[in-house]
């Protein structure tokens, strides 16, 4: 879906990111188009979650350019950058943890589209309860809404995290190892998910350690490693590509991969 | 020259009480986040453990403070198993843990005053360690002897509580927990042991540090309270639980707190730290004396 | 929000408009008057402390300011003290600003510091305030007050004024409706700013700030806001209190009214919508306990607190939410997922 002519949905020039002496991200520049479906790979450490933390301004770039619909967004604060149309899941299975299934999604609806003025407004809209509820329908939680995020099993709070983020109706939606700590059938709900959300048109970069998973639904991977994009491309690519079986898959696991893709094909 | 000398002996020894008094809170906010609000009363019974000795049961005076820093430190271990050893695994630890010693504190204070004023009709009692004037000069400025006994008892104590954490095992332990609780567990370290002794070591501290305080006014109920404030406002100035860092600030607020005195009026020595302190917050958290990245959390 | 809560309001509101009625001993009125003033602090607190998670102490320097604003109008200026009331509240929401924008950049118990650092100044400002003023020079030329009123407090600003309405006994019931309604708008505010957009957002933030700020909350402006809007009735509070003392002393913002008052939010729950009333109930009762033996007292709050503190961090209403919903289930064998969530559903 990525064509050369129009504007990129973000745009990501020179991005660095220091912690200390430790260049988390380094050098790193990304074209995301929109429509895309982005996926980001590499070993533990490699600085995945560090370059959401800095598209979604949670934690600011050292320096470099990042262009959202060509406006710059690098310096702007998490909520601002919420606004003009970011959203994203952690990693970490984080969630307000007093509130209902619900409340927390309605907190991404009725905040994530902008929230002007300085005494806001105190009650909800109509339209952001009806976002509320399609990003529950979205994720399959309608039947949940009302339990309270403390007691929830890990699934859940994935989805709800998802739900959301994706109730601020973002441009672009980024997803932090959705699938990390589930088991194999939880991993098919997930994808049935996200596989819907594509379908929808949601612009996403997703960030997973579980390949199959990756690589069925990513129609570009990036790995990265040591802060620095090693392999930017399609997924046949990546699992001949020399230096990304060297740092991260092994051949095996490459050689397993390329005959579940075979299968697939 | 008079106006400096004179900052400069009565900084000193407000530093040395307050470092003795802070350095025990910051050991203990190190090792298990514990800001321990009856700090300040265990300085006043340190205070009232040295007139026992000595005044009701007339014992000999070179004793009466190795006296109070024993019972001291076993105060230290009451408040950690009347508060902190139950309530370690809440959620708001932290928090919850202020508001309890807090009300620990209010009733050990309002107990004291009560009990004191059935036991002791005529107060105030003065401080049988104190040396009283007697004193000696530097450059014209009478320095009393006193001010030398604290000094050099402030030095003493903390270079063996320095030694202590450095050279022995169990001092390895406690900086082993204050670093990283969960791996010295996992190491075998008994944390919870670990916490009652450090506790017991503040406290222990504390209490030769409100002897140090009586020595100057007379002792009273009520005495720690200031005292406990500016500990506070000492560790949070060197960055709660940097411990090289309180011996610093609280020589810091000493001079501060002189040279406002001294050079201003009394009233407002006390002002003049707050102010600082309240500065310290708003542009580094972290604390002045503290590494940039010391959590705020 | 139940049906339950309504039901338990209504009653409480027709028992309190009823209870002077019954003729009670006019120190327990006035007792009952100084609890519904405590709750409304209170209860402004649980805004900041229960809902917003905020661990700020400057509550009680905020309802001091009310106090002193109100004092000092009355006395130099002499306005009558009902114009009083809404300057004392707009001047509690701008120190309340201030400190909050001073706290901006802190959590958790840094925000207890720098809080307690600002009432103690208050405090020693106002202690040592010892010269004479011209303006009381002006207002009672034979005495020496400061400013302020120093240690001795100020006195001689007026009072609401019921004494000319409804006679010179019966004055009291005035201070205990004034009083009384007050507290109801106070908890009508607190109950709406809890179920509000605004409540959401403060909720947020408490429960995890990061995703808070990446779902579109702005910690700057509501962090202001929750400082901003728990100071208004808690400034008017402080110059009720005034009004109906008709003086202020720099016990205000000393230890022992912030410990009753952190108790009362303690003992009746943090985060609990009827927190702040259960736990003012109980700390006056108690108070008029040991006010027996009066040197007790404090002890006694103490240990209360301490054992609250050890044994029951959800205070009062927590355990009893946590014994309803047991019961419900019990009774309706089914599971209450909502049984303990920090706010008021
Ligand atoms: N706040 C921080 N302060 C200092 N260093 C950090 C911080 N956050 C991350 N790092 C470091 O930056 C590097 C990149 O971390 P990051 O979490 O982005 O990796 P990741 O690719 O997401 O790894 P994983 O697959 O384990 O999630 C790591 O070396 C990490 O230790
Ligand atoms: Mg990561």
């Not at chain 1, 660095?16 to 990304?30: C, E, I, S, T």
């Not at chain 2, 500990?231 to 940097?242: E, H, T």
């Not at chain 2, 102010?275 to 503290?290: T, Y």
């Amino acid at each position: 879906m990525s064509n050369g002519d129009t504007q990129p949905l973000l745009a990501c020039r020179n991005v660095f990111k220091y912690f200390g002496g430790l260049a988390a991200v380094n050098d790193f520049d990304l074209d995301v188009y929109s429509g895309d479906v982005i996926g980001i790979g590499g070993p533990n450490g490699a600085g995945k979650t560090t370059f959401l933390d800095v598209i979604s301004g949670i934690n600011p770039a050292t320096s470099g350019e990042i262009l959202l619909d060509g406006i710059p967004i690098a310096n702007k604060k998490a909520d601002v950058i919420c606004h003009l149309g970011i959203s994203r899941t952690f990693q970490l299975n984080a969630g307000f943890e007093s509130m209902s299934i619900r409340e927390n999604t309605l907190v991404g609806a009725s905040f994530g589209r902008g929230d002007k003025g300085w005494f806001p407004r105190m009650i909800y809209s109509k339209e952001m309860h009806e976002r509320v509820e399609r990003a529950l329908e979205l994720c399959h939680l309608q039947d949940r809404a009302e339990l309270i995020v403390r007691d929830l099993p890990v699934l859940d709070r994935k989805l709800l995290l998802m739900a959301g983020a994706l109730a601020t109706e973002p441009k672009l939606l980024l997803i932090d190892e959705p699938v990390g700590g589930l088991n194999p059938h939880e991993v098919d709900d997930v994808m049935e998910i996200v596989q819907g959300l594509i379908a929808e048109g949601v612009t996403i970069i997703l960030i997973e350690h579980v390949m199959r998973f990756l690589l069925q639904l990513s129609e570009r991977v990036v790995i990265m490693h040591h802060g620095e994009k090693i392999y930017e491309g399609d997924s046949k690519g990546l699992l001949s590509d020399r230096k990304v079986v060297e740092v991260y898959l092994g051949e095996g696991t490459a050689d397993r991969l390329q005959h579940m893709m075979a299968e697939r094909a | 020259m008079d106006f400096f000398v004179q900052i400069i002996v009565s900084g000193l020894t407000f530093g040395s009480m307050y470092a003795l008094a802070a350095v025990g809170l910051a050991l203990v906010w190190g090792a298990f986040n514990m800001l321990n609000m009856s700090h300040g009363i265990i300085m006043t019974l340190g205070a009232y453990f040295a007139l026992l000795w000595a005044e009701l049961l007339g014992w000999p005076l070179i004793l009466a403070a190795p006296f109070s820093l024993v019972c001291g430190g076993l105060v230290g271990a009451i408040v950690y198993f009347l508060s902190a050893h139950w309530m370690i695994k809440q959620k708001n630890f932290e928090v919850t843990i202020i508001i309890a010693t807090f009300g620990l504190g209010m009733a050990i204070e309002s107990g004291l005053l009560k009990f004191l004023r059935e036991m002791f009709r005529t107060a105030p009692y003065s401080q049988p360690l104190s040396l009283g004037a007697k004193s000696f000069l530097i450059f014209d400025v009478p320095v009393s002897y006193q001010r030398l006994v604290i000094w050099t008892a402030a030095f003493v104590l903390i270079t063996i509580v320095g030694i202590f954490l450095r050279r022995t095992s169990v001092g390895r332990a406690i900086r082993a927990t204050a670093q990283d609780r969960n791996a010295a567990r996992l190491m075998g370290v008994p944390v919870r042991r670990v916490y009652v002794l450090v506790l017991a070591i503040a406290s222990g501290l504390a209490a030769v540090s409100g002897i140090m305080l009586s020595s100057f006014k007379d002792v009273h109920p009520l005495m720690g309270g200031d005292p406990m404030l500016k500990a506070f406002i000492v560790i949070v100035l060197a960055g709660l639980g940097n411990i090289t860092g309180a011996l610093y600030a609280a020589l810091l607020v000493g001079l501060v707190e002189a040279s406002v005195k001294v050079l201003l009026a009394d009233k407002y020595g006390f002002t003049a730290i707050l102010i600082l302190v309240i500065l310290a917050l708003i542009w580094k958290p972290s604390g002045i004396f503290g590494r940039a990245t010391v959590a705020r959390q | 929000m139940k049906r339950r809560d309504y039901i338990i309001f209504a009653v409480l509101l027709g028992l309190a408009i009823a209870y002077p009625w019954i003729n009670p001993p006019r120190y327990l009125l006035a007792s009952v008057l100084l609890m519904f003033c405590y709750a409304t602090v209170v209860s402004q607190w649980n805004l900041v402390f229960g809902l917003a998670g905020i661990f700020s102490l400057g509550q009680v320097a905020i309802f001091a300011s009310g106090s002193y604003i109100t004092a000092i109008l009355g006395r130099y200026l002499e306005w009558s003290l009902w114009y009083t009331f809404p300057v004392a509240g707009v001047g509690g929401v701008f120190f309340s600003l201030l400190i909050g924008l001073a706290c901006l950049r802190l959590r958790g118990i840094y925000v207890a510091l720098l809080t307690l650092a600002v009432s103690q100044m208050m405090f020693i400002l106002i202690q040592t305030d010892a010269m004479c003023s011209a303006l009381n020079k002006k207002v009672n030329p034979a005495t020496c007050v400061s400013f302020t009123g120093g240690a001795q407090g100020l006195g001689d600003f007026g009072s609401f004024g019921w004494r000319d309405v409804f006679g010179g006994r019966n004055w009291i019931i005035g201070d205990y409706y004034t009083m009384l309604v007050l507290l109801v708008i106070a908890l009508i505010f607190t109950f709406i700013v809890t179920n509000s957009r605004i409540g959401l957002a403060f909720m947020a933030l408490r429960d995890n700030e990061e995703l808070a700020r990446s779902r579109g909350i702005s910690q700057f402006k509501y962090q202001l806001l929750v400082f901003a809007m728990s100071a208004f009735l808690t400034a008017v509070a402080g110059s009720f209190y005034a009004a109906h003392f008709g003086s202020v002393g720099t016990d205000l913002m000393g230890f022992a009214l912030l410990l009753f008052l952190i108790s009362m939010l303690v003992v009746g729950g943090i985060g609990r919508p009827w927190g702040p009333l259960l736990g003012a109930f109980l700390l006056m009762a108690a108070d008029e306990v040991f006010k027996e033996a009066s040197d007790w007292r404090n002890v006694g709050l103490g240990i209360v607190v301490l054992i609250f503190m050890v044994f029951l961090p959800e205070g009062l209403a927590g355990a009893l939410d946590k014994l309803w919903n047991r019961g419900i289930q019990l009774v309706t064998g089914r599971l209450q997922s909502g049984g303990t969530r920090a706010d008021g559903e």
